[in-house]
């Protein structure tokens, strides 16, 4: 029987380079014979102590007995910073029927690299523009900064740690150093300020050495807001920190750190901004300036700051990087006589040129999602100019990609171009460079229909465009920021796409540092000033529940307990302040509220007035959150905790019942708001008393939607709930047909009127083609494509039990007129999937099941039957 361990990691990564933990706890996989199963484990350790020239210690192996696969906890001492490890693990179990013993081989190995753990390792300062700026300008020029050194001995090994105040790009040597973008990112910069760790052994030469940066203004100092914005809102200055541990093979270390000894100089980028695009002038370029032996007596010194470096935090997930490469599918001549690139795709990202022409030639690039009346439209920009600008320096072949700005659009508006445009991109000089957090992609989808798969589609480029190092909601106009009820109502579908687990870890994180001492939960993070809407900061249901329901979420689909810990004090303090709103009523019935935030029904400018009383929405979020929350307590081994908040929310739900479920003359159910998503709430978050009243609320539901034509009546809040709260209380057909619907509102209308992406609105562009009036409206936003969930799990059949789908329930439920479906996810312990088929007579599934995972099979009227690991094929006759 061959067993084989694979795919280690380390807090969910491999490589596991920079770790930011002492203990990073251990997983792996599993391929073997269906009946066998894991009773123990070793793990080979050997450490590299961090000082060079101290010989590796001798392998030790540690054991552990059970099936534990995932973040099993480091088995040895702490870790220290830089310290190294590499780690093997093999596995011993035995086939479930004979019991004949077997130990597999040892995996692969990995290594772990320990960043820098404690604040007195670090030696950087932040180092940057030393001469004057208008600190309320948009044209402030970005710097260059450098620094000469020399390497004189054999070198073991060289470690780059570096971030920044707003975004940096460095080179070593005239090469670059890896291949993130808009690093570090976007985090709560004054408590929580991310750096990454580079491997640059490789870069470094015998002699001298030259290390650089390029810097931008970024989040941290760039506009940021609508209406106008906030400049600074971080900090004035644009400043380095960066750290070069060089050991030399003879035990030595040598540090070069950003301190007084740097250098700087005015970039050949004009002025860039998140919002705004870039402007570069190619004849200002300083050839060599990151290579030894440049004269920069020129340059200035760079003016020294300050950075607690107890704030300095390693990742959590995968920096932003380039993903994929576009090409454009046409050139559009406009009415105005402009031309137009079509990229065929809306998406998030930059274009890359590769162009010739005399010096001083400017070319200029406006970016739109759509066009409107055969020129780009640029309204739904709002105060984003999305611009940017190359001046040539006449070299006979120029590339060039903005460095620091990243725009969301299909089509870009090309002017100044030097010879025949057409002929440029045909020859592929203008490539579609798309930008997000480099996440693993794990989930997929198809049916039989070709729409459906399309709205799929539109559902994975949405995420991709939002997920910028963190969730955002759009990624074209002058915002740009990290809604929580966005993703509260997304995660279970961002879960299933890609790991998002170090992703969201790390913006819960910030989470946590801005949420307000009563426990008020921001709109938006990390949290920037905007008008009265919205500041000061006022809790409001569904997107201040993000704290309890998003860290559920992704201990559900990762089974990382120790992130339920983490955030557990957060979800809390939530909890603890909405009950204390609620008062002794149990009802939370007063206050600011969005509710079911864009009703299609509700005014164009006031999207927040919709059908369903919004303190309905807040009562049934507040009892759904306090049960979650005693489930959190119940896992952590709180009891008294655990005890408590199943109580309350048990009397939230008695006083929702008496507030907001009546009857109707016949004595069938109804709720006080006769709406949609009053029903699907009620359904959902089990606020109802009984099964025959979920039952009696799901046909009230039904008929809503055939009287709606099976038109979307909800908004953010009932949209990801309603196709679940129909098919869960037997009107499949009814969730089928709203699901297939293509008349405006519904899902498949924006796929029939060519849509690429999920938009913010039902209606963002009009049945006549022209864009909704309304001053919010984006064509990339992935909050309604959360129904992508139900496809998951209930279309095709895939539901995870245990976490990590350590269990998993395959619940097909097929209809619509279908006639197949399948679903595939890389769990935490492998490949898990399903799929199904129907002919004239028969049912055909066919599941995969990964080692150390169970799995049953459920379909109506049936009992369930357990499904063994690997793959496995049912049939089963057509009713």
């Avoid at 590769?354 to 780009?376: D, F, H, K, W, Y």
């Avoid at 998003?550 to 810990?565: A, K, M, S």
């Avoid at 299609?600 to 400018?605: H, L, R, V």
């Avoid at 089928?736 to 509102?745: G, I, M, V």
Wanted: proline letters at 7%; charged letters at 25%; one cysteine or more.
């Amino acid at each position: 029987m061959s067993v084989l361990v694979h795919h280690l990691r380390a807090e969910h990564r491999h490589p596991a380079l920079g770790i930011g933990t002492a203990t990073p706890r251990i997983s792996w996989q599993i391929d073997a014979e269906p009946r066998w199963s894991q009773r123990g484990y070793q793990i080979e350790l050997t450490r590299h102590p961090a000082t060079a020239g101290d010989a590796p210690t001798a392998p030790t192996v540690f054991e552990g007995q059970g099936n534990d696969q995932l973040l099993v906890p480091w088995p040895d001492e702490p870790l220290a910073s830089r310290e190294q490890a590499t780690i093997r693990v093999r596995v011993e179990g035995a086939d479930v029927e004979d019991q004949q013993e077997q130990l597999s081989p040892w995996s692969e190995p990995l290594t772990i690299t320990v960043g820098l753990l404690e604040p007195q390792d670090w030696q950087a300062v932040p180092v940057g523009i030393p001469w004057w700026e208008d600190a309320e300008s948009d044209e402030r020029r970005p710097a260059l900064l450098r620094r000469d050194f020399d390497v004189d001995g054999e070198v073991a090994s060289a470690i780059l740690y570096a971030s920044a105040h707003g975004l940096y790009q460095l080179e070593l040597n005239g090469r670059r150093i890896g291949d993130e973008e808009l690093a570090p990112g976007w985090t709560s910069y004054p408590r929580r300020l991310r750096y990454s760790t580079h491997d640059v052994t490789e870069l470094i030469t015998a002699g001298s050495n030259a290390i650089g940066s390029w810097l931008g203004d970024g989040w941290y100092r760039g506009r940021l807001g609508w209406r106008g914005g906030f400049r600074n809102l971080f900090g004035h200055d644009q400043a380095l920190i960066a750290q070069l541990e060089i050991r030399y093979t003879d035990g030595r270390t040598v540090i070069i750190s950003s301190d007084h000894r740097w250098r700087a100089a005015p970039s050949p980028i004009e002025h860039s901004g998140i919002y705004d695009g870039e402007t570069y002038d190619a004849r200002a370029e300083q050839h060599g300036w990151s290579e030894p032996g440049f004269d920069d007596s020129d340059w200035s010194w760079v003016k020294v700051g300050q950075r607690d470096p107890r704030t300095l935090v390693a990742p959590d997930g995968p920096p932003v990087r380039c993903t994929q490469e576009l090409q454009p599918i046409a050139v559009l001549d406009t009415p105005s006589g402009k031309q137009v690139v079509d990229f065929g795709q809306n998406f998030a990202g930059r274009v890359r040129l590769s162009v010739n022409g005399p010096a001083g030639t400017e070319i200029t690039l406006r970016t739109a999602e759509v066009m409107q009346q055969g020129e780009i439209y640029t309204r739904p920009l709002r105060d984003a100019r999305s611009t940017d600008r190359y001046i040539l320096a006449g070299r006979d072949r120029e590339e060039w990609e903005p460095r620091f700005t990243i725009h969301g659009f299909r089509y870009v508006e090309v002017t100044g171009w030097p010879g025949d445009l057409r002929q440029a991109v045909a020859d592929g000089r203008l490539v579609g460079r798309v930008l997000h957090s480099d996440l693993e992609p794990t989930g997929s989808f198809s049916s039989s229909d070709a729409k459906l798969n399309k709205l799929h589609e539109n559902v994975r480029w949405s995420m991709r465009s939002n997920f910028v190092d963190l969730p955002t909601d759009c990624p074209q106009r002058d915002e740009r920021v990290g809604w929580t009820g966005d993703i509260q109502v997304f995660a279970p579908t961002a879960s299933f796409l890609y790991d998002c687990s170090g992703f969201l870890r790390s913006w819960l994180r910030d989470l946590a540092v801005e949420q307000l001492p009563d426990g008020t939960v921001p709109w938006y993070l990390p949290v920037i000033p905007a008008h009265a809407m919205w500041t000061p900061i006022r809790p409001g249901a569904a997107w201040g529940d993000v704290a309890v329901l998003t860290p559920w979420v992704l201990y559900e689909r990762f089974g990382d307990r120790q992130l339920l810990h983490d955030q557990y004090p957060s979800a809390k303090a939530w909890v603890d302040l909405v009950d204390r709103l609620a008062g002794p009523g149990h009802l939370w019935d007063t206050g600011f509220q969005l509710g079911d935030w864009l009703d299609p029904d509700a005014p164009p400018q006031d999207p927040a007035d919709a059908k369903t009383d919004r303190y309905l929405v807040a009562t049934a979020y507040f009892a759904r959150s306090t049960a979650t929350l005693a489930r959190m307590a119940e896992v952590l081994d709180n009891t008294e905790d655990a005890i408590r908040y199943r109580e309350l929310a048990a009397r939230i739900r008695d006083a929702f019942r008496h507030r907001y479920v009546t009857t109707d003359g016949d004595g069938g159910l109804r709720m006080t708001s006769d709406a949609q998503t009053a029903y699907a709430l009620a359904i959902s978050f089990d606020l109802l008393p009984d099964e025959a009243s979920r039952l009696a609320a799901g046909r009230r539901l039904a008929e809503l939607v055939a009287e709606a034509k099976n038109r979307i009546s909800t908004g953010f809040v009932g949209t990801p709930l309603i196709t679940e709260a129909l098919s869960s209380t037997g009107q499949l057909d009814r969730a089928y047909d709203l699901l297939l619907e293509t008349a405006c509102p519904s899902w498949l209308y924006a796929v029939e009127q060519g849509a690429t992406t999920i938009w913010e609105r039902w209606d963002s562009q009009l049945p006549d083609g022209t864009v909704n009036p309304g001053t919010m409206t984006s064509f990339n936003h992935y909050a309604l494509g959360a129904v992508a969930d139900w496809l998951h799990r209930v279309v095709a059949g895939l539901d995870p039990v245990e976490p990590g789908y350590r269990r998993i329930a395959f619940r097909p439920r097929p209809g619509g007129g279908l006639t197949s479906a399948q679903a595939e996810l890389a769990t935490p312990y492998g490949p898990a999937a399903i799929g199904w088929r129907l002919d004239d007579h028969r049912l055909v599934i066919d599941t995969r099941v990964p080692t150390g995972a169970t799995a049953f099979l459920d379909l109506p009227d049936r009992d369930p039957v357990e499904v063994s690991t690997g793959s496995n094929t049912f049939t089963f006759p057509r009713e």
